[in-house]
């Protein structure tokens, strides 16, 4: 492609505090293209997008567009520019039309000031059947896959003027059905000359889709090849910075004895399919994927937190009903410390209200008794090390590796059998990891089983004693973690 780039970044670095998260970056998009963009999570994928969609406007460097130097100051004047972002989670609002949605917060109206519901509907309909997706516009969007959502978020930014489309994660909540008509759209987009920034850790993906890829690795840009010169083990080899060159382990079947903790089998819901497995008691599992694969998911699941179709889940020899509550799971034995701890933490409440919370119809069933609440989870909080150690403390005053410790220790109030926990070291130091592994350590070592469920594959190699690895919803590979690396797991995804 020898047209000239419609939008250059040269030398973009941004940093946050003492963390560098982009050093010199440069990256272009030329039009009519697909540029896709990949690396590991903390690579800078988001933060450069970010810059360019407008929404960081403060950062080092020079940001063209067309040719003609500029400075963003917001989303929306990057939108006015042509520029759109749609972001992994999605905006659409569910209990609205389809017809609504394309057109959210912009609804052509008639001379009089209302609503033309009329060409609202004809355009919606209209501009996705051109993309190939004839559907009921009037019925409301919840209604429809998770596919047309994404899909009726993409129109709607279109429609709002961009030629420009920043793609982040796109496919990471669809299944293998929905990622092949969504790439077909992408494909479509392409031959509209729409250009499109695609990000994705699925390389199977970004291989079939992308025109270019840049590589990002720790906030630098590692190279921009051509998709046709280019191969998988090379890509993994500049995410990874050394040669890729794995041989993959054998496979390890489910474990079939009289000590398993935790057995999931066939269980299927709308993002994951037939997911089979099995953790011992006195053993830690590691579900690895990429973001999207359904592994977070399935540990929702398996507290009773995300609807399934079939399957079972038999906890210590006590089989759950289908799509039992969360509470049924914690009176049977599980505990779930979610990937998101200012989502599952009340950061202005003291320590003590967020260990004792689950439990406290056990605690205080009648009368509150904040006395023993304090107690209880002062105990708690000494078996994990939180510091400062005060239940009186708000939770949201503690390090994020101590606020994850205050997450395990709600749990160890009353030992549960099985303990779920999801991307367990996120944005912690080296010294607030290895803490936080020790613990899940020493809970296998009490016997408890451990399912930790993670995207980052350091975090399972360093805990797992087996690994079962997850793609687009499905299971894919099942190892003991001996001489397992970063690479072969890549590999798998």
């Known amino acids: 492609m020898s047209s000239p780039p419609i939008i250059e970044l040269k030398n973009i670095s941004k940093r946050f505090r003492t963390l560098q998260a982009l050093d010199s970056v440069d990256f272009d998009l030329r039009e009519g293209e ?3 963009l990949v690396g590991e999570n903390g690579a800078g994928k988001s933060t450069l997008m970010r810059i360019l969609a407008g929404i960081y406007t403060e950062y080092e460097g020079e940001y063209f567009l067309n040719g003609e130097r500029m400075q963003l100051h917001s989303p929306k004047d990057a939108l006015l520019r042509g520029i759109g972002m749609i972001h992994q989670e999605l905006s659409v609002i569910p209990d609205l039309s389809v017809a609504e949605n394309v057109f959210l917060g912009d609804q052509p109206t008639t001379p009089w000031g209302k609503i033309d519901w009329k060409k609202m509907n004809a355009v919606a309909y209209e ?3 051109r993309l190939g997706f004839e559907i009921d516009v009037r019925r409301p969007l919840r209604e429809y896959s998770l596919g047309i959502q994404q899909v009726v978020e993409v129109l709607r930014v279109i429609l709002s003027g961009a030629r420009v489309l920043i793609m982040d994660e796109p496919t990471s909540a669809l299944s293998p059905a929905e990622v092949a008509r969504l790439l077909e759209l992408v ?6 000359n729409r250009s499109i920034i695609y990000i994705s850790h699925f390389l199977e993906e970004v291989m079939q889709v992308a025109d270019r890829i840049t ?5 630098k840009k590692v190279a921009t090849v051509a998709r046709e010169e280019t191969e998988m083990g090379r890509l993994i080899s500049l995410i990874l910075g050394r040669e890729a060159n794995a041989t993959l382990p054998p496979a390890v079947e489910v474990p079939d004895h009289d000590h398993v903790m935790l057995r999931v089998k066939d269980l299927t819901a709308d993002v994951f399919s037939d997911v089979n497995l099995v953790v011992d008691v006195g053993e830690i599992v590691g579900l690895y994927g990429a973001i999207g694969a359904g592994h977070f998911d399935v540990a929702r699941a398996i507290f009773g937190m995300y609807r399934v179709d079939s399957g079972s889940i038999t906890v210590d020899g006590h089989t759950f009903p289908l799509n039992h509550s969360a509470q049924y799971a914690i009176r049977h034995g599980v505990a779930y410390a979610t990937e998101s701890r200012r989502k599952s933490l009340f950061m202005d409440e003291p320590n003590y209200k967020n260990i004792s919370l689950p439990h406290l119809a056990r605690i205080a069933p009648v009368v509150p008794d904040v006395n023993r609440e304090v107690e209880i989870a002062r105990r708690a909080m000494e ?5 400062p150690p005060n239940p009186l403390n708000p939770v949201g005053k503690l390090s994020g590796g101590n606020q994850q410790k205050v997450a395990i220790a709600r749990w160890l109030t009353f030992p549960p059998k099985i303990f779920v926990t999801s991307e367990p070291t996120r944005g912690m130091d080296v010294g607030a990891k290895s803490e936080v592994l020790g613990i899940l350590r020493n809970m296998r070592n009490e016997g408890y089983g451990v399912l ?3 995207s980052e594959p350091e975090t399972v190699l360093s805990i797992a ?3 079962v690895v ?22 798998m995804i």
């Open 34 to 36: 697909v540029h896709a």
């Open 127 to 129: 501009e996705l059947a």
């Open 187 to 192: 494909g479509q987009l392409r031959r509209d």
């Open 215 to 219: 590589v990002l690795r720790d906030g």
């Open 383 to 387: 078996m994990v090390n939180v510091q």
């Open 452 to 454: 930790v469920v993670s």
């Open 465 to 467: 004693d087996r690994v």
């Open 470 to 491: 997850m793609s687009h919803g499905r299971i894919v590979a099942r190892m003991e973690n001996t001489n397992l690396d970063k690479e072969t797991l890549m590999r």
